[in-house]
């Protein structure tokens, strides 16, 4: 069960927004708010058409349930777990899911990223298959794909962190001149609680965190940091090959 709340922090917001898994987004953030972790939350979260897989991939691989934390962060963050997933398994993954969503074309360029060094990581997933696979069958946007990945950043202080939203010092994700890149030092509002609900809590002033559709999703060290960023850039550099 380890691992379960902590990905939940990051299924919550698009949950939210009804791109992902079941209409069970008051039930997640009372999970979260009490940070409570059993089956029921895990039931919930094996219901996400869009990440589940991945997890269930990435523990396959390496002899671990898809709800250990050591999982959760490889997916969400990125850490050397990755690399325990074989070439074969993950273009198997991928066609074996996209077949019926994505054109011939559109396949072929993803499934052939495998051996170029794509990982199943989530940024992978939202910088490469540009149709979303979620509850929208549509294509992501700039604007949906920045919202989408994982960001990281760091908590400003601005005198207002005892309410709804606090100030992140992170980045943008820009097309220019026919490529997607990351602009620093970016400055966005993002919310980490829900009414009276404080969905995370200890937050202060220069510590790093993650974010997903706008909400705060957990604090983590500066290695997680570089670790986020290698595995973003990297599969935005791939992203770019086809463009």
């Known amino acids: 069960m380890k691992g379960v709340l902590r990905c939940a922090r990051y299924a919550f917001a698009p949950n939210r927004l009804k791109y992902c898994g079941p209409d069970k987004n008051n039930q997640v953030a009372a999970y979260l708010a009490a940070g409570v972790e059993d089956a029921g939350l895990k039931e919930i979260l094996d219901d996400f058409a869009g990440m589940y897989p991945y997890l269930k991939l990435i523990g396959d691989s390496n002899g671990l349930g898809p709800f250990d934390d050591k999982v959760v962060e490889a997916y ?81 202080s601005n005198g207002q962190l005892g309410q709804s939203e606090l100030r992140l010092k992170t980045q943008k994700l820009v097309y220019e ?63 770019n090959t086809t463009i």
């Not at 298959?129 to 069958?137: A, D, K, L, S, Y």
């Not at 992501?140 to 794909?145: G, R």
């Not at 400055?187 to 706008?214: E, F, P």
């Open 76 to 156: 969400w963050i990125g850490s050397k777990l990755l690399d325990g997933v074989g070439l074969k398994q993950f273009y198997d993954h991928l066609n074996e899911r996209l077949k019926k969503r994505l054109s011939l074309g559109q396949l072929k360029w993803v499934v052939n990223k495998v051996p170029q060094g794509a990982k199943a990581h989530h940024s992978f997933h939202v910088f490469n298959i540009w149709n979303r696979t979620g509850h929208q069958e549509s294509q992501h946007t700039v604007s949906s794909m920045d919202a989408c990945r994982i960001s990281w950043g760091e908590v400003v």
């Open 177 to 239: 001149n026919g490529k997607l890149k990351l602009v620093p030092e970016v400055v966005r509002q993002v919310s980490w609680r829900l009414g009276d609900k404080k969905l995370i809590s200890g937050l202060k002033a220069g510590d790093l965190v993650t974010m997903h559709w706008g909400w705060v999703c957990e604090k983590i060290s500066l290695q997680q940091a570089k670790n986020l960023e290698k595995y973003t850039k990297w599969h935005l550099k791939l992203a």
